[in-house]
């Protein structure tokens, strides 16, 4: 069963999302951009924990996204883990005019696969598209979504550019393996098989939903 929560009042699926990486790659910015389509130069530094509300609607289906940005800082790591478990999504985000803010990405990964629930989905985003030169190339970026076997997209909370679409991207990612979980629970196997042989074309179309999606 999926972690999501129905909230039976008014039918409305609340997620759990998460923004993790590095102090200082823009994260706070981009909780700011998504939630109050807005940019502050000088945000402060996230405490621990912070997390603000949203509703949106994709795909037909009403959605409560609570979103937390968490502290890039060591001293703060322990929190982050305890909060991993019940996300249902999560944000990994690097800033592409550091190459620093790469080199954890590994251990991020790591702190992730430990300690969410297995069905947690993840993308990963090179925020600060808008800045030159670049420090961190889109091969590298590429490389690392590779390696780790999630999505990138490449996002800018200063002028807004693919903020939205990361999350739409995270958030129909998470939704699509519930209608699968729900298939698995309802279906027999072979049901499932044709289902899925039936609408393999119109997916290659709308590969966006699917794992591999690149958008620079
Ligand atoms: P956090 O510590 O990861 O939450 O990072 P912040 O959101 O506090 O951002 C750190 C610094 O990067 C701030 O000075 C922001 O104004 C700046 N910043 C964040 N996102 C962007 C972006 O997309 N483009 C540019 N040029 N600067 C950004």
Redesign the pocket.
């Known amino acids: 069963m999926s972690n999501s929560e129905t909230d039976k009042s008014d039918k409305i699926k609340t997620l759990k999302l998460m ?1 993790i ?13 998504y939630t109050m389509n807005s ?8 405490a621990g924990i912070d997390f603000k509300k949203k509703e949106i609607e994709i795909d037909d289906n009403k959605i409560k996204i609570i979103l937390y ?1 968490t ?2 800082h060591d001293r703060f790591r322990k929190i982050i883990k305890n909060h991993c478990k019940g996300a249902n999504g999560i944000v990994l ?1 690097y ?1 592409i ?1 550091e190459e620093k803010s790469i080199e954890r990405l590994s251990s991020w990964m790591n702190d992730i696969q430990e300690n969410s629930d297995p069905d947690v989905e993840v993308i990963l985003v090179g ?5 030159t030169p670049r420090k961190v190339t889109e091969q590298e970026g590429l490389e690392l979504s590779m390696k780790f076997n999630i999505p990138i997209i490449e ?5 807004g ?1 693919n903020v939205e679409e990361a999350f739409n991207i995270l958030i129909k990612k998470i939704l699509k393996k519930e209608k699968v979980e729900i298939f698995k629970t309802s279906e027999s196997k072979e049901d499932i098989k044709i289902k899925q042989i039936k609408s393999l074309p119109g997916k290659r179309k709308d590969d966006h939903d699917g794992c591999k999606c690149i958008i620079f």
């Open positions: 923004l990486g590095d102090a200082a790659v823009g994260k706070s910015s981009i909780m700011y951009r940019f502050k130069l000088n945000m402060l530094g996230t940005d502290a890039g985000v800033d005019g925020n600060k598209a808008d800045i996002t800018s909370a200063k002028t550019q």
